[in-house]
């Protein structure tokens, strides 16, 4: 048995002035309290205890470390409430990842709103198009695009992140907007290199329909803004989420190419260190982000 436990039996013996009470408290024999409190006293070489038939008084010495144990005992109480607190209430630091591109359109506004909601709580954003290590980097829940690998992380599927083709329409008048996907082919593309790695873009029609089109890059980049901006400068056809574009959609800077065709769509997941024993602020916060990505979510992010 740890001294913390011997500590707090006799803390109890004290208190309750009995062996056997003390014994009850902790679901044990009276044998084994009178055994912890004689282990203590034979470690320290002093008697703490008088016991007669009428229960047990403290010695000057053991009143003397009856205070001393009763605070170690207090003070341990209040570092496993302390924690527990923690566990039950969204409040302390939660650090949050995600890709480059959805924490500055997508993440931030809501990591706002949900601050709103939480004023004890504080949160560390980090954005990263590269692969992070939740454990190394310290990382409490990050939302993640794709297929998940199997792994021991925790994760909840959030929505979908769907894609389309835009250009301007500037570029469009100089090359023919394309009326079918084969057309494709005859067109500069601007590649988002982190998902669509390869010169063959799979489009799906309106009835569902799959045609696997070989597209030339004229620039091909692992930065979304980078796509982005090559289509507003009449460079080609570009492959974004619908998140990124849209702001420009809106202001005419490009415009759906192929409408009513789509590419794939991506998973989105929240994903944390472990499935098991998760803080109350990575629930709360998965809660907040459940139910905001259902159809044509990105409609509803600030402009």
């Known amino acids: 048995m740890d001294r913390l436990q011997a500590m707090e039996m006799f803390v ?6 009995s062996f056997s009470k003390a014994a009850s408290e902790f679901a044990t024999t009276q044998p084994t309290v009178t055994k912890q409190v004689a282990a203590i006293e034979a470690r320290l070489k002093v008697r703490l205890l008088n016991r007669n038939t009428r229960g047990v008084s403290l010695t000057e010495a053991g009143a003397l470390y009856y205070e001393k ?3 170690i005992v207090r003070a341990a109480e209040e570092a496993d409430s302390v924690v527990q607190l923690k566990q039950t209430q969204a409040q302390g630091l939660l650090r949050v990842g995600s890709s480059v591109a959805f924490g500055r359109r997508v993440l931030v506004p809501l990591a706002l709103e949900f601050m709103q909601q939480h004023p004890q709580l504080q949160v560390d954003l980090s954005f990263e198009d590269r ?12 939302v993640r695009m794709g297929k998940l690998a199997d ?3 925790g994760a909840r599927y959030l929505g979908t992140n769907p894609w389309l083709m835009v250009a301007s329409p500037r570029y469009l008048k100089k090359a023919g907007a ?3 996907p084969a057309d494709l082919s005859a067109h500069e593309t601007l590649i988002y290199s982190s998902v669509q790695g390869s010169d063959v873009w799979r489009v799906v029609s309106p009835r569902g329909e799959a045609s696997t089109v070989p597209v030339t890059a004229r620039l091909r980049s692992n930065n979304l803004s980078a796509v982005l901006a090559a289509a507003r400068s009449h460079l080609g056809i570009a492959a974004l989420p619908w998140y990124v574009a849209s702001d420009s959609l809106a202001a005419g800077a490009v415009v759906e190419v192929l409408k009513g065709h789509s590419l794939p ?5 929240a994903v944390y260190p472990s499935p098991k024993l998760v803080p109350q602020k990575v629930q709360a916060f998965i809660a907040f982000l459940q139910g905001r990505f259902g159809a044509k979510w990105w409609e509803a992010l600030p402009r």
């Open 131 to 142: 692969y992070t290590d939740l454990v190394a980097q310290g990382i409490d829940v990050a």
């Open 178 to 180: 394309p009326k079918r």
């Open 151 to 153: 792994s021991s992380l």
């Open 265 to 269: 769509e991506q998973e989105i997941h």
């Open 12 to 17: 109890r013996v004290v208190e309750t002035g």
């Open 69 to 71: 144990c009763k605070g």
